[in-house]
């Protein structure tokens, strides 16, 4: 079975252009979480959807915006791109809450660079 | 709100050899997860271990076992015959049990020697 998928892997933008980062869960899994992970430091929860529905955000600003479509991948959107924006942006799964829910499984990750 | 701490930076450990990682972590809630995630230089992140806040058995898996200290807020991760593969940034991450939100810790950095 395929894991968590993203898209793009690497990526170099300007500030202040926008960006759009995808990811497609593991099949069979309906929630999906985005951290943001400077360097040198843990991952820091941004959002997460569980079936299209948006059920946290953490405290990130306004210019960060995330969807996730029927068939239960999403989009993460940043706008206005800082260069501290700069970070690996991870991607995770999970099934219902409870039982294997509890655990998220992470993609590989799409690297940004702002410029 | 939740806090996740490991006070060890980095540390090394001699192949074949045991190692302890610390992590420490703050809550209100009596109700929680407790994972251990390995991030090797591929940056991906993957789960090695978990415990449940109400589970008083300590997780193993294989090499891998936690020694969790509900009251103490303590929850540390023994490896045991240390491989060359397990090389890797290790975080510590706590999860409610009422919202799927994971906390990390800062990550300690495991070097295994030959």
């Known amino acids: 079975d395929a894991g968590v998928t993203q898209s793009p892997t690497h990526l170099i933008k300007t500030r202040g252009q926008h960006v759009t980062l995808r990811c497609s869960p593991i099949?069979?899994?309906?929630?999906v979480s985005w951290y943001q992970q400077v360097l040198g430091q843990g991952p820091q929860f941004i959002f997460q959807?569980?079936?299209?529905?948006?059920?946290g955000r953490g405290n990130f600003p306004d210019r960060f915006s995330a969807r996730q479509f029927p068939n239960y991948s999403s989009e993460l959107n940043v706008n206005a791109l800082l260069l501290g924006d700069s970070a690996l942006y991870l991607c995770?799964?999970?099934?219902?809450?409870?039982?294997?829910?509890?655990?998220?499984?992470f993609g590989e990750g799409s690297w940004l660079t702002v410029v | 709100a939740q806090t996740v701490t490991q006070s060890q930076p980095e540390m090394s450990v001699q192949e074949a050899e045991t190692v302890t990682l610390s992590c420490t972590y703050d809550?209100?809630?009596?109700?929680?997860?407790l994972f251990w995630y390995k991030q090797p230089p591929s940056r991906q992140m993957i789960l090695v271990i978990r415990?449940?806040?109400?589970?008083?058995q300590n997780a193993t898996e294989n090499r891998f076992s936690v020694n969790f200290q509900k009251a103490a807020k303590s929850f540390s991760l023994k490896i045991s015959d240390s491989q060359l593969g397990d090389a890797a940034m290790y975080f510590c991450?706590?999860?409610?049990?009422?919202?799927?939100?994971?906390?990390f810790g800062s990550g300690t950095k495991l070097n295994v020697k030959p």
């Open positions: 959807y569980y079936e299209k529905e948006e059920r």
């Open positions: 415990q449940e806040a109400y589970k008083q």
């Open positions: 809550t209100s809630e009596s109700d929680y997860y």
């Open positions: 099949s069979g899994h309906k929630s």
């Open positions: 991450a706590y999860r409610s049990a009422h919202f799927n939100k994971f906390y």
């Open positions: 995770a799964s999970s099934g219902d809450p409870g039982s294997s829910g509890n655990t998220i499984y």
